[in-house]
């Protein structure tokens, strides 16, 4: 069993940044990807970026592409999301989330592929 927990949210304005974390423990060894999901109230959670924790593969959705940087530190077992050039529309809860399945990017960035998720973080982008 893995558990996650996020940190590193918060308030800026229009094209500041802020880095999240995401610290796992547990049984690590057995994560094959994780993703960062955005959510905001009366939406879906959506995925944003992927990475595949073999090889650092990453993926991203086209509305942070470019802005939005996923990477992960084997060693400390940490997720982290490098955000810059923010938008209001970035704001809401982020959250991560790790599988044991090594899936195809597209279904990673689904929501209802993953079990195990952290509590969330909140980003508020003001213009």
């Known amino acids: 069993q893995v558990e996650l927990v996020e940190s590193g949210g918060g308030s800026v304005q229009a094209g500041g940044s802020l880095r999240l974390s995401c610290v796992a423990s547990g049984d690590t060894y057995s994560v094959a990807c994780m993703t960062w999901f955005h959510q905001v109230p009366g939406k879906e959670r959506e995925g944003v970026a992927v990475?595949?924790?073999?090889?650092?593969?990453?993926h991203y959705t086209d509305s942070v592409k470019g802005r939005f940087t996923i990477s992960h530190d084997n060693a400390q077992n940490t997720l982290y999301l490098q955000m810059n050039s923010l938008k209001p529309e970035d704001t809401g809860m982020y959250y991560c989330?790790?599988?044991?399945?090594?899936?195809?990017?597209?279904?990673?960035?689904?929501?209802?592929?993953?079990?195990?998720w952290g509590q969330g973080t909140q980003v508020t982008v003001s213009s």
């Open positions: 989330a790790a599988s044991p399945y090594d899936m195809d990017y597209e279904l990673a960035l689904l929501r209802d592929r993953y079990k195990t």
């Open positions: 990475i595949y924790t073999d090889d650092g593969t990453t």
